[in-house]
């Protein structure tokens, strides 16, 4: 009996098929480590590059939305992908996400994408909107088990009270953590009642770790929040394009807490010395009051002064005329007054200063 | 707890206001006892307001993964 041949033969695009159910199936999401070589962009919307490193290359795809960094030819990557055989039976890597590894690549990376979102306007002063002096009702981002997180919580509970704080518990590190503040920044931006300021916070880490807050997409969508953002990642000299983009940049979560509420202490002593600068100022203000009135009065009373002095005089004065007038005074100086007919034999009266003199008439004659 | 913390402020602002109007031309000794007594009034009211106080802290439910 003639030994049959149990091999399968396969159409190609079926084979091509089942490698890639075998890959699916093996590999679903790698991670590949290597520099990128042929960067091009088509259509604004498919990027192709190659991943390659001392040898072996291998040919990426992807869509410009899925790229959230910049990358360019000779940087360092990890992409995130699923391995695939084309129907033109060509593997390559369909990639999910891409971020640059090392130290040079990142740095490289922010560069790139920090001109090119100032070059948009996105970092400029103007754009900047301030936050309230005394919130109600602020949104936390940031994940609840971070220390960053605590030390925030502990801050602003210590400094204020009274605020209704609403946090949305995200990833803050990792390929998913990007999406997640994204979408926190969205569900606060969409509620009725909106935040005053959300605030999204980090405690420190490598520059990898961090590295989730130079991403675009996020970046832009703090650009575009509706609500005043206060960004607070990482220790003071890390910097972010999160920082740089938010209304209000903290150099670490507990500045944050700092920046978002006022002291209560400070604002109670500030309230003792105002009611206490009150009533020095009263004393002063009734001390000006009472000498504005003393001088008032003594101005009045020099004026009715005056004005009895004058009075005085002017009576003085008719007074010293009254007496020249007097009869008595004439006679004192030496006249006489003559009373009667003087006609020759009639007998007259004559008054003098010291006599009264009947007399007779003995002649007349005309001057 | 927001309405009150909002007569936080506005407390605040009055007193601000009081404080000034005794520096104000519109000063008069006739109503400065009775200001002064508000004025006073108010800071106990606000340092009693700031000691008491706390914050409400929410965990938001929704999940923020990708696809919920």
Redo the contacts between chains.
Sequence with gaps: MEKQNLKPIFSVSDLIAIVNQTLEYSYPNIEVEGEVASFKVNQEKFVFFDIKDAEGSIGCFMTVWQLRVPIEDGMKVIISASPKLTKWGKFSLTVKSVRPSGEGALRKSFELLKNKLDSEGLFAIDRKRQLPAMPQRIAVISSIQAAGYADFIKIMNDRWGGMKVDVANVQVQGSASADQIIKAIDFFNQQEILPEVIVIIRGGGSADDLSVFNDELLVRSIAASRIPTLVGVGHETDDSLADLVADVRASTPSNAAQILTPDKKETIGSIHNQLGSILPRMLLLINQYKQANQETLKAVVEIIEMKIADKARHISNIRSILTQLNPEMILARGYALVRGLVDINSIIEIETNKAIIKAEVKNVSNK | ??A???S??EK?NE??KL?EW??SDD?S?EE?LEK?RI??KL?ID??N????????????K?K???DK
């Design positions: 707890m927001s009150t913390n909002k936080i402020q605040t007193l601000s404080v005794f520096d000063f000794l400065a002064y004025a006073e800071a606000i340092e307001d700031l000691s008491q106080l706390k914050n409400e802290i929410e965990i938001i929704k923020f993964d990708s």
